[in-house]
């Protein structure tokens, strides 16, 4: 298979954002199957990336056929092309939901999210730290924008928060390639990996601080406690589609660590071994344990989802504690949190259009129009997002907990964890669909300026039972993706054949 396809994920979207610049002064409506088309063709291009490694290989691409480490290298695994994929089937439900109104509050909106999909297949591609940061900063501009569109008092508050603290993330960044350059002489991954072996004992001191400074950028990105604060209100302040994108924005801070944990900081014979091992299981059991809290005290449903991705990130980064079956959990729960949590953001927003008076505040108000087949919706994405049998995210909480025998603490917490989100979920579903508050012995009345008598829009529709849809796939097809996720976890586990096929020397 040609290096070439490693290039293809980056190319697109950027080519897809220049040509919908060029189209600025089009109908909205032309935008938006640009948009949508383009979508497409990433996907299938994702997916063909996806079949190229899925047996092992590994395709490396050399910009201008500079050999690494000192050209800019993609290199494509097993995980780079499955984020790849999972956050490309995300921005198309995504992009179909923005076209019902979201993105028309400014003529940019679908620039910005091809240049954030730019920015996402690098830095999950890159075989370079400073490129890491490179993309890193692309896909936190668009996101600036993102977050911001449509302005507005709260959105721009917690916008300023985001902006600020991830401005002081990429300084952070620059510091830390700053050291493991000053010790290592390069910022090749593969080359980090290799030359750490022979890391001088006198310059160990610096590697560490420089490693130990990546894994507090790539917790911020995360939304690692202590540094998740930004999220919520971010998340749940944002528009439906940008929030539902942004669903795996912190899963990029989750693959930075791993990445890095697995290649510089792994299970080997140097100085740098095991660098997050005492920091990232209680911190990660933690923010599990502070986002369940949240979820619990949330009064709104956005912010109720916002709080779960912070959850979800503890229970991923607990996972990828664990070994080989653990990180194999991991990254199969990784895609189902993904997409219920994208879902949730995505119901809130229809739940918040028919509620004009209530929005999606947690508390009782008129009946839903339509609310039996909102409410059926809302059942399906609460027991996704919960964990609960049948559906995929029961069985990677169990695959998690399969991994982590003899670890009462990390059995406690998932499993507390788990009944906090089934009580936040249904406290939220019988508030919105089985309380009702009257008026002088009335119903409220309200206007219902969506769909014939408050149904779904089809816009509306397609995008939730898409990602729905793509939770259920993933149930159904659960022994081939287990499969993977653990092929994927042992190629991880054995990085020579990554700094083989970069650097062509055998480690």
Do not use: C
């Not at 999210?113 to 690098?122: E, P, V």
């Not at 700053?178 to 910022?187: E, I, K, M, N, P």
Request: cysteine-free.
């Amino acid at each position: 298979m040609s290096a070439h396809l490693a290039i293809a994920p980056v190319l697109a979207p950027f080519v897809a954002g220049l040509a919908l610049l060029a189209l600025a002064g089009m109908p909205l409506g032309l935008k938006r199957a640009v948009s949508v088309l383009a979508l497409l063709a990433q996907a299938g291009i994702a997916m063909a990336l996806l079949a190229a490694v899925a047996q092992g290989d590994i395709l490396v691409y050399r910009l201008g056929d500079w050999p690494a480490p000192w050209g800019i290298v993609l290199v494509a695994d097993r995980l780079a092309a499955a984020m790849v994929l999972i956050t490309t089937l995300l921005a198309l439900f995504a992009a179909i939901h923005a076209g019902d109104g979201a993105d028309r509050h400014g003529r940019h909106f679908h620039v910005l999210f091809q240049l954030q999909l730019f920015g996402l297949a690098g830095a999950f591609l890159t075989g370079d730290l400073f490129n890491l940061f490179v993309f890193f900063e692309v896909l936190l501009i668009a996101s600036y924008g993102l977050l911001l569109h449509g302005g507005g008092a709260e959105r721009t508050r917690a916008g300023l928060h985001y902006v600020v603290l991830n401005l002081l993330g990429s300084t952070v960044f620059l510091f830390a390639a700053g050291l493991l350059y000053a010790t290592l002489g390069t910022l090749n991954l593969a080359d980090l990996a290799q030359k750490a072996a022979a890391l001088p004992a006198q310059d160990a001191g610096l590697a560490r601080a420089g490693g130990l400074l990546l894994l507090a950028v790539f917790a911020l990105k995360a939304a690692l406690l202590p540094l998740h604060l930004w999220l919520p209100a971010a998340y749940a302040g944002t528009s439906a589609p940008v929030a539902a994108l942004f669903a795996i924005m912190t899963k990029v801070g989750a693959y930075a660590i791993l990445r890095t944990a697995t290649l510089l900081f792994g299970d080997t014979d140097t100085a740098l071994a095991n660098l997050f091992e005492p920091w990232l299981l209680p911190l990660a059991l933690a923010t599990l344990g502070i986002g369940m809290l949240g979820a619990l005290a949330a009064e709104s449903l956005g912010r109720l989802a916002a709080y779960l991705v912070v959850a979800s990130v503890g229970t991923l980064l607990t996972a990828f504690t664990l070994g080989a079956a653990g990180i194999a959990a991991g990254l199969y729960y990784l895609s189902h949190g993904t997409f219920a949590s994208a879902a949730l953001f995505l119901l809130a927003d229809a739940i918040r259009r028919r509620r004009p008076a209530n929005a999606d505040r947690l508390r009782p108000g008129p009946d839903l129009p339509r609310h039996a087949l909102w409410g059926a919706l809302f059942f399906v994405a609460a027991i996704a997002a919960a964990g609960l049998p049948p559906l995929s995210g029961f069985l990677g909480k169990f695959l998690l907990l399969r991994a982590a025998p003899g670890q009462p603490l990390v059995w406690l917490v998932i499993l507390l964890g788990a009944l906090a989100g089934v009580i936040a979920l249904a406290g939220a579903g019988s508030r919105l669909f089985l309380s009702s508050s009257t008026a002088d012995g009335a119903p409220l009345q309200q206007p219902l300026p969506l769909g014939a008598a408050g149904a779904p829009t089809p816009r509306e529709l397609l995008a939730v039972s898409g990602l729905l849809g793509l939770i259920a796939a993933l149930t159904l097809g659960a022994g081939p993706a287990v499969e993977f996720a653990q092929a994927t976890a042992a190629q991880l586990l054995a990085p020579a054949a990554y700094i083989h096929a970069v650097l062509g020397v055998t480690p």
